[in-house]
């Protein structure tokens, strides 16, 4: 596996080797060892999630205040532009986002670490995404931050006329009048 550091440096780009012919491919999407090495420590998760949704839809950015996430996101189907934001208020990337187009067919995966919020959206007529998280889904815990908050100014691509979008994410708040980590 191949691993990129992006402008946060604790988000990394994983890229899988991918072992490919005239019949198909093969590849290993994941490898304990190999991800830890990859990372510099030792990561368990203990929830693999899989979602399906439309062209357009926006899900983010999402998080949980209590029993933080880390994420190992990755599309098996279609496309998306995924989007990790730091909120760790100590941090010297506070605020700032990363965004990177993961596909079936780039097979990219996108480490997300602790501590922040998480959202993509839907390029292609469909996508299917799945993720590994280090913590359970903790509904109690989880908070939004609106996707399209004015400081974080996040250059989400052109997908048509409008953005679908959960009732719980048109309800999130901004950055510096959400639950954060210190």
Known sequence: MKVTPTVIPDVLICEPKVFGDDRGFFMESFNQKVFDEAIGRHIEFVQDNH???????????????????????????????DVAVD???SSSTFGKWIGVELSAENKLQLWIPEGFAHGFLVLSE?????????????????????????????????????????????????????????
Do not use: C
Not at 51 to 79: C, D, E
């Open 51 to 81: 979602s399906r949704s439309a062209r357009g839809v926006l899900r983010g950015l999402h998080y949980q205040i209590q029993q933080k996430q880390g994420k190992l996101v990755r599309v098996v189907n279609g496309s998306v532009f």
């Open 87 to 89: 909120i760790r208020r």
């Open 126 to 182: 469909y996508a299917e995404f799945v993720y590994k998280a280090t913590n359970y889904y903790a509904p109690t815990f989880e908070r939004a931050i609106a996707w399209n908050d004015p400081t974080l100014n996040i250059a989400w691509p052109a997908v048509g006329d409008s953005l679908m979008l959960s009732e719980k994410d048109r309800a999130g708040n901004i950055l510096l009048q959400s639950e954060l980590f210190d």
